[in-house]
């Protein structure tokens, strides 16, 4: 099992910044990838960048420019740089963690309970 805690959420101005953090424990050896997802009430979770081993790196369109996600693999733990932040960027936002099942050709997914980020004047 693989377990992830977030923080750095927070209240910005826009075109502030922040910086997330999630770090994972436990059976961290069979991540494949990680990533940050986004949610508002009403609206689908989706996918704002993502990171796999090797540390090739993928972002939706609508952060690409202003966020950057990192690895610390002594550390075990991810961040998500948001940079030149914007009142529609306001969600909760989750980690998420894709773990390799041996044997099995697949994995599974894994979720953080999520951190506030809320972009406001």
């Known amino acids: 099992q693989v377990q992830l805690v977030e923080s750095g959420g927070g209240l910005v101005q826009p075109g502030g910044s922040l910086r997330l953090s999630c770090a994972a424990s436990?059976?961290?050896?069979?991540?494949?990838?990680m990533g940050w997802y986004r949610q508002t009430p009403g609206k689908q979770r989706e996918m704002v960048a993502t990171i796999a081993r090797g540390s090739s790196t993928k972002y939706a369109d609508s952060v690409k420019g202003r966020f950057t996600i990192s690895e610390d693999n002594a550390k075990n733990t991810v961040y998500l740089q948001m940079n030149s932040l914007k009142p529609e960027d306001t969600a909760k936002y989750y980690c998420?963690?894709?773990?390799?099942?041996?044997?099995?050709?697949?994995?599974?997914?894994?979720w953080g309970e999520g951190t506030l980020v809320t972009v406001s004047s």
């Open positions: 998420n963690a894709y773990v390799w099942v041996v044997g099995a050709g697949s994995g599974i997914n894994y």
């Open positions: 436990g059976s961290t050896i069979l991540i494949a990838a």
